[in-house]
């Protein structure tokens, strides 16, 4: 009686998975915090508020581990992805929505995951299987189609569109130069001194944020501590935690599932009713990542190949 072999584990990849999931709910979940706090913080104040809670957050949980600093080869992507992404992103993503309406703000930055795949091809040497652009097409589509339902309602500036642009740019080159840091570093290291150097890049910005934080609701207070603490600590640790066992590219796609989780948040949280092209768009944004991070299936052995040849007269059992 014969055995059949146990299966690899698979336990690495669904703790990536998992890691995936929640940046992708903190980040959507962001979204709405930063509607609240940016009504009573400039982007540059908000940014550098977000930055400090993020980094006395991660610094704790530093010294709790007893991390030490990371390995001198990781210096590099850290520096890039602290200054692209947790600094220069964070302060033009908030500049840009505030000159846009929130449907061109989303299909503007939704270029990023596209930039990403490309740049990681290019510079990483990543794939480009057919089912990640497949997916990404659909969840590109999905975004078009919730920015375009939810366009309208504000005014749309040239300027505001190239903030956004170039966060998005922003954004993909912090990725990209993340990713070979994280063979030198653990998530923790390279997340915790990637938002040390954005918070150091974002300190001009000190004056606004005493003389905003004075002024300030309590509620737009806490919601500026909460992205901190949560879409930033967390939510980039376990970002850097995926990424590191797997693709760029894979990875970029994942946050095409952000636009779909931002409706369902604004309509569970807001009140706002979503409408059926919004609704349709959030679909096909959760279509196109199910495509995206699927993995084609081994062909099935044929029983010659386990069993090898039959004797020409065996007897069939049922």
Known sequence: MSTARPSPSRRPEVLAAGAATVTVVLWASAFVSIRSAGEAYSPGALALGRLLSGVLTLGVICLLRREGLPARPAWRGIAISGLLWFGFYMVVLNWGEQQVDAGTAALVVNVGPILIALLGFRLLGDALPPRLLAGMAVSF???????????????????????????????????????????????????????????????????????????????????????????????????????????????????????????????????EVPGPLTLAGGALCLAGVAVSRSRKRARAAAPDEVTGPRPENASRSA
């Open 141 to 271: 589509a999905g975004a078009v189609t919730v920015g375009l339902s939810m366009s309208g309602e504000g005014g749309s500036s040239l300027f505001g569109v190239v903030l956004c642009l170039l966060a998005a740019v922003a954004y993909a080159g912090g990725v990209v130069a993340q990713k070979p840091a994280l063979g030198h570093a653990s998530a923790l290291q390279v997340t915790t001194f990637g938002c040390l150097v954005g918070a150091v890049l974002c300190l001009p910005f000190t004056g606004q944020l005493v003389t905003e934080a004075a002024d300030a609701p309590v509620s737009a207070t806490l919601n500026m501590v909460y992205l901190g603490v949560f879409p930033t600590a967390l939510a980039f640790t376990t970002w850097a935690y995926a990424l590191a066992r797997t693709t760029a590219g894979r990875m970029g796609a994942t946050t095409y599932a952000v636009p779909a989780l931002v409706v369902l948040m604004s309509w569970l949280a807001l009140g």
